[in-house]
Nanobody, 131 residues
Framework: EVRLVESGGGLVQVGQSMRLTCTASGFPLDDYALGWFRQAPGKEREGVAS????????YYSDSVKGRFTISRDNDKNTAYLQMNSLKPEDTAAYFCAVRERVITPAHIVGSMGLEREYDYWGQGTQVTVSS
């Protein structure tokens, strides 16, 4: 069974750190590019970070650049999102997703790509940043 499972969410104070984990099963994670998305109540889902297959090129949205770090451990079939200096506006449900190939070029739709081009999604984990 193909699955992506996020973990590591919870409640933190402003300025603290948290690491989210995305564990894949049923397929080799290193064959896929991976993205982290988030959705706050009443808002559209947004892509916050991605990492490519192979050379592991990373991308970050302006809202998290310099604070979040995406990484992957292919031996463990796992990816991570290290989140530092958390702000109340980071409160959201966080999702990991993978795509086997880029269909619509990044120069057209951005480095995160189109959500519909992602093959598998996790169920999400809630992050709440309290002030």
């Amino acid at each position: 069974e193909v699955r992506l499972v996020e973990s590591g969410g919870g409640l933190v104070q402003v300025g603290q750190s948290m690491r989210l984990t995305c564990t894949a099963s049923g397929f080799p994670l290193d064959d896929y590019a991976l993205g982290w998305f988030r959705q706050a109540p009443g808002k559209e889902r947004e892509g916050v970070a991605s990492i490519t297959i192979g050379d592991g090129t990373t991308y970050y949205s302006d809202s998290v650049k310099g604070r979040f770090t995406i990484s992957r451990d292919n031996d463990k079939n796992t990816a991570y999102l290290q989140m530092n200096s958390l702000k109340p506006e980071d409160t959201a449900a966080y999702f990991c997703a993978v795509r086997e190939r880029v269909i619509t070029p990044a120069h057209i739709v951005g480095s995160m790509g189109l959500e519909r081009e992602y093959d598998y999604w996790g169920q999400g984990t809630q992050v709440t940043v309290s002030s």
